[in-house]
């Protein structure tokens, strides 16, 4: 069902009139949450009162009082509800997000506790996996956090290996995904490659055997000769953009950690020209995802 008040724009003006209070903030998740049907998460019954607290929802069978933020990535948060949206209209907002460090500034907050609201936020923006990449794609492996020297392979120490791929479209270039993994082998991108590219794309790599046995399944795989990144120009400046705007927020950082960092960076590239619906998007994926649990340490 089409919503009424769906936030639009990047507008931060209008941002902060449409969300000043907590309860505007409580009362868009309630939308979002159930504006296409209501469901007792207890009991499944469909029939509801208004809940004890504000914009919750009580069941008429059960009685569970559910709250807008309740089994969602909300739920729990260590600042109020409106700071939430605050963050995460700016992280999906501005062009190259934000550190956790400068959210700590602006919003008075630990750190820490903005890396962890953070590191939820990129849970929420990794692929969904249901728009593979299509039409011409470029492919390309990187190294990040180390020196660049040696062998291709395996990720070494601090030093870890990215597989980029990226959709040329006529006069530019489309929508892009990256995936840190262990290995330069054929292994290693068949997963990529199944997750984010059509079996039906033509997919360019250099001359890399690693690339060789996924002709099999993506059989208008061509291999061309690399010179230093001559051969993918696009791909490479994406390569050198994406490389800048990481050495710029984090510096050594665990595999999983570098993962969600170049799920931020993918999730807005590939909407920017879609900046419009970017941040009801996040906060859509933030009520939908499941609440979790942070195991990781950077
Ligand atoms: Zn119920």
């Given at each position: 069902m089409r919503?009424?008040?769906?936030?639009?724009?990047?507008?931060?003006?209008?941002?902060?009139?449409?969300?000043?209070s907590d309860d505007a903030?409580?009362?868009?998740?309630?939308d979002l949450k159930w504006n296409d049907a209501y469901s007792c998460r207890k009991?499944?019954?469909d029939k509801f009162y208004k809940g004890f607290k504000p914009h919750s929802r009580r069941c008429m069978k059960c009685k569970y009082d559910e709250?807008?933020?309740?089994?969602?990535?909300?739920?729990k948060c260590k600042f109020s509800i409106q700071v939430a949206f605050h963050i995460a209209f700016k992280i999906s907002?501005?062009?190259k997000g934000m550190s956790s460090m400068e959210l700590s500034e602006e919003f008075e907050l630990r750190q820490k506790t903005c890396w962890e609201f953070k590191w939820k936020i990129q849970q929420a923006m990794q692929s969904s996996c249901n728009y593979p990449l299509n039409g011409t794609i470029h492919v390309d492996?990187?190294?990040i956090g180390g020196e660049e020297?040696?062998?291709?392979g395996r990720s070494k120490g601090k030093k870890k290996l990215v597989v980029v791929a990226l959709e040329i479209v006529e006069g530019g270039v489309g929508r892009a995904y990256a995936k840190v993994i262990q290995d330069a082998s054929a292994n290693s991108f068949k997963s990529f490659f199944n997750a984010h590219i059509s079996k039906d794309a033509r997919i360019i790599t250099d001359e890399w055997n690693g690339y060789k046995p996924l002709k099999k399944e993506f059989s208008r795989l061509e291999q061309v000769k690399s010179d230093r990144g001559a051969g993918l120009p696009e791909l490479h400046i994406h390569i050198m953009n994406l490389k800048g705007w990481l050495r710029g927020i984090h510096h050594h950082c665990s595999e999983e950690r570098l993962q969600g960092y170049l799920d931020e960076y993918h999730f807005r590239y590939n909407r920017r020209n879609n900046m419009d619906t970017i941040f009801d998007l996040?906060?859509?994926r933030m009520v939908r995802n499941k609440p979790i649990r942070l195991t990781i340490v950077s």
């Open positions: 919503r009424k008040n769906q936030f639009k724009g990047v507008n931060s003006i209008k941002f902060h009139s449409a969300f000043s903030c409580l009362a868009y998740l309630a009991c499944g019954h709250s807008p933020t309740a089994n969602t990535m909300f739920d907002t501005k062009k492996e990187f190294y020297e040696g062998k291709r996040l906060i859509k």
